[in-house]
């Protein structure tokens, strides 16, 4: 058996079973870290129904309380990536996952919004690079013809952390308050404790790259090592990258630079959403409980996930990576445009929060995959991690200006901000140009498409 352009695969090595192989083993994890790392992110926004009357802080006070964990996660996200590349993603990721961990757990016995703020600018330090460091871990174990599935198969992890976290969050809030602990402050400490587990699990269960897998044979660990390699040098050509630092070229790369801007505008509705969701839910009918809100805010989520993997398949088989994020971020501001319309109606305005979900959630699959066929390896790990703080920094400045524009009652009237940065986001993504390593068709390999 061959693999198109790549040598023959070697006696007694099953490629699409290696492949098989590596979805089982390494896709859990990722999925798990996402999947908590969104929930213990997202934890502010359902804390925020019960926790602004206990430390009387308002909607503005609260959105730049949630806007501030983005500052010093955007400054540390390229650092970040450059330490997981030099000591190894075991190490580095258990280690992020047990610190945020402890920090939403501590995040629980707050006395003011001082304290509030404090917490959360140390889960954006102990968070920080994780997304990216994901991305990159997926590139040492996925061809590219195969990165938008396995992406989708992280990404995956964003609706169902948030499902789980918003139907979670709504039954803590109204059943929980033992010792004499506020609801919100239990949701912290609940949702704080499984990273930390999770982290120490991933630092004896997670291989670095496939020469460390035990469940690999050396001849199967040596064969994904070497398609791997003659995958990015097909795109990169021998010898491409030439300076002594060439992972720092991918910051003046006018292509990610490009990718890094739509990721900016693509961040604003992204947090808009995480952030705001469940008190635009609340204001589709005054009369829902916290429970009620934990479980219609989860229905946006069960669309989403579902509609991601549909995307990452047709993404993957179409190689029509650029047309699948320009679908999504139009669905994405035709379901803003609805809620927006029917604010206070809870059928059509739940609609569009589910258009709104579908849209901002599937993008980030293809989006991902496109960048990675932008980038040389030599450039991926400062590469991914540009993309992402540019996309985090649009978590900083939407929150706040959706805080700012919207009025106190009517928080979807700040909904606004991120359709239209969404809109320019979609402009923007029309004028991303052919050339270089093509962003439109990865190699076609045969063995890995089972």
Known sequence: MTTGDTTPTPPGVDGPGVIRKVKRSVLPIA????????????????????????????????AAAASVFFIVYVLLEVPSNIIMAKVGARAWL?????????????????????????????????????????????????????????????????????????????????HVDWFGLASWRWLFVLQGLPPILLGLW??????????????????????????????????????????????????KNPRVLHLAVVSFLGGVGT????????????????????????????????CAALAMLFVARFSDRTGQRKAAVIGCLLTAVAGLV??????????????????FAIGIVSYIPPFFALATEVLSRAQSAVGFAVINSVASLGGFVG??????????????FGLIVPAVSLAVAIVLMVCLRRGGASVHEAPQISTVTG
């Open 31 to 62: 999925f798990l870290l996402y999947m908590f790392s969104y929930m213990d992110r997202s934890t502010i926004s359902y804390a925020e129904l019960t926790m602004s009357k206990d430390l009387g802080i308002g909607l503005a006070t609260y």
């Open 94 to 174: 258990s280690r992020i996952a047990v610190t945020w961990g402890l920090v939403t757990l501590l995040t629980g016995f707050i006395a003011n919004t001082t304290h509030l703020y404090i917490a959360r600018v140390a889960l954006g330090i102990a968070e920080a690079g994780l997304f990216p460091g994901l991305v990159l871990y997926l590139t040492y174990w996925f061809l590219s013809q195969d990165r938008s599935r396995a992406l989708a198969g992280m990404v995956f992890a964003q609706p169902v952390g948030l499902i789980v976290g918003s139907v979670s969050a709504g039954l803590i809030l109204d």
């Open 202 to 251: 991933t630092f004896f269960r997670m291989a670095d790259r496939p020469a460390k897998a035990r469940w690999l044979s050396s001849a199967e660990s040596s064969w994904l090592d070497n398609e791997i390699n003659a995958d990015y040098q097909s795109r990169d050509g021998a010898g491409a990258e030439g300076a002594s630092h060439p992972e720092l070229r991918a910051i």
């Open 271 to 302: 947090y808009g959403m995480t952030f705001f969701l469940p008190q635009i839910v609340a204001q589709l009918d005054p009369g829902y409980s916290p429970t009620n809100i934990g479980f219609i805010g989860a229905l946006p989520y069960v």
């Open 338 to 355: 609805l809620t927006m319309v029917f604010r206070n109606v809870p059928v059509p305005g739940l609609i569009g929060l589910c258009l």
């Open 399 to 412: 929150p706040l200006l959706i805080g700012k524009v919207a009025k106190e009652g009517n928080t979807a």
